[in-house]
T-cell receptor
Framework: DQQVKQNSPSLSVQEGRISILNCDYT??????FLWYKKYPAEGPTFLIS?????DKNEDGRFTVFLNKSAKHLSLHIVPSQPGDSAVYFC????????????FGQGTRLTINP | EAQVTQNPRYLITVTGKKLTVTCSQN?????MSWYRQDPGLGLRQIYY???????DKGDVPEGYKVSRKEKRNFPLILESPSPNQTSLYFC?????????????FGQGTRLTVV
């Protein structure tokens, strides 16, 4: 049972435009969410996170939005750059079970020049 | 340089031949964990450790063993590998729990069991 779902396996965006990556979750106990970015032949690296007490968190070109009622979060990248081409994983955790991150399937983002 | 180091990076082995994938971190992190990445499934947690001599099962522990005798090392042991354990494996470490603190990942070990 996939508790964290990224329904778009891939996304292609023009350089300079906005990239929007989506993530849905089913477990209402999840209250902390993270995005990781992965380049080929490397391990995932932390990008940005959000706690359920917020609905938005910004870090430079990256903004994460959380809609708790819809159990949905999204990552916005503005403006998109060629170096943003990577696989993006959404992850979630609950206060009980804080040692566990539950990951989505990943979305491959390609930024076209 | 702060890092998580996994070895080997690539491994091809035969069914039933015991193997160990090593993981070492130089950040004095308490939390360490092993994940496997499979197409369409994302990363799934195999085992985790909250400190020396403290380990517990993740979501997919069957066929794997771990040990945490020292803080820096967290090896993954496959006593009798099978083809369904062919996967990309990642070790991760974190200063606190993986919730709320950034997890650092190794570069991955691609394992093929024939």
């Amino acid at each position: 049972d996939q508790q964290v779902k990224q329904n778009s396996p891939s996304l292609s965006v023009q350089e300079g435009r906005i990239s929007i990556l989506n993530c849905d979750y089913t477990n209402s106990m999840f209250d902390y969410f993270l995005w990781y970015k992965k380049y080929p032949a490397e391990g995932p690296t932390f990008l940005i996170s959000i706690s359920s007490i917020k609905d938005k968190n910004e870090d430079g070109r990256f903004t994460v939005f959380l809609n708790k009622s819809a159990k949905h979060l999204s990552l916005h990248i503005v403006p998109s750059q060629p170096g943003d081409s990577a696989v993006y994983f959404c992850a979630a955790s609950a206060e009980q079970g804080a040692q566990k991150l539950v990951f989505g399937q990943g979305t491959r983002l390609t930024i076209n020049p | 340089e702060a890092q998580v180091t996994q070895n080997p990076r690539y491994l091809i082995t035969v069914t039933g031949k015991k193997l160990t994938v090593t993981c070492s971190q130089n950040m004095n992190h308490e939390y360490m964990s092993w994940y496997r990445q499979d197409p369409g499934l994302g990363l799934r947690q195999i085992y985790y450790s909250m400190n020396v001599e403290v380990t517990d099962k993740g979501d997919v522990p069957e066929g794997y063993k771990v040990s945490r005798k020292e803080k820096r090392n967290f090896p993954l042991i496959l006593e009798s590998p099978s083809p369904n354990q062919t996967s990309l494996y990642f070790c991760a470490s974190s200063r606190g729990s993986f919730r709320g603190t950034e997890a650092f990942f190794g570069q991955g070990t691609r394992l093929t069991v024939v």
